[in-house]
């Protein structure tokens, strides 16, 4: 029997963190992929963009320091570092179209074991109308993650052999981040690249229902 803890929200936007290269400009989209501004390796240089016009994003203020005429495009107070600035909406969808990206992390309701990303709507009524800048970031980023729960609330693993939920892009997502496993998506379906301790890869199978190929050593 497999005993494991899930990463939590903070361990998981650490573990994305780490894999962010020197130098690369981000587009951390709303909710979980913001907390990834929070764990970027010290003396590590990663230029962060903000859909909503901001390039050189730093990590949450501290409490009671908040600006709320600078935040990010889910809203929430953001700090901007030395040399950053913001900008016309226009302009910051001209560098997500435009290929300026390096990476953009973004959630997701599911990934295709071959990468589509379906993540702006269920279905349900009152959901989000529109897909706003998701599709943009996922076909305009030269690498896209995904960072998510494997699972759902309701118990359903979000890496599928094909979404069922309107999709964003087409086989866009190169890497899956979540709280038990990081994922590769490629042309011939899934392959692992680490899974929490005590996580048999028998197990991770089992709950992503799917084969999955081992871990490139």
């Excluded at 994305?16 to 989209?29: K, R, S």
Aim: with cysteine; aromatic share 6%; proline share 6%.
């Amino acid at each position: 029997m497999s005993s494991y803890q899930k990463r939590t929200k903070d361990e998981l936007a650490a573990r994305v963190a780490q894999d962010i290269f020197d130098g690369a400009y981000v587009n951390l989209g709303i909710g979980q992929p913001t907390l990834v501004a929070n764990h970027i390796p010290a003396g590590r240089e990663v230029v962060l963009h903000s859909e909503n016009g901001i390039l050189g994003m730093g990590p949450a203020p501290a409490k009671g320091q908040e600006d709320y005429d600078l935040t990010n495009a889910g809203k929430q107070p953001v700090t901007l570092l030395p040399g950053g600035c913001y900008f016309h909406h226009a302009d910051s969808f001209a560098m997500m179209r435009g290929g300026h990206l390096d990476i953009c992390v973004l959630g997701a309701f599911q990934v295709s074991a071959t990468g589509d990303l379906a993540n702006w709507s269920t279905g349900e009524p009152g959901a989000i109308p529109a897909v706003g800048g998701a599709m943009d970031l996922a076909v305009g980023a030269k690498s896209t993650w995904v960072m998510m729960d494997l699972v759902s609330k309701t118990g359903e693993c979000k890496v599928v052999q094909a979404c069922s939920y309107p999709l964003t892009g087409l086989a866009c997502v190169k890497r899956i981040y979540t709280d038990l496993c990081t994922l590769e998506c490629t042309p011939q379906g899934l392959r692992l690249i680490d899974t929490v301790p005590g996580l048999s890869h028998e197990e991770l199978e089992r709950i992503v229902g799917l084969p999955i190929q081992p871990a490139q050593k």
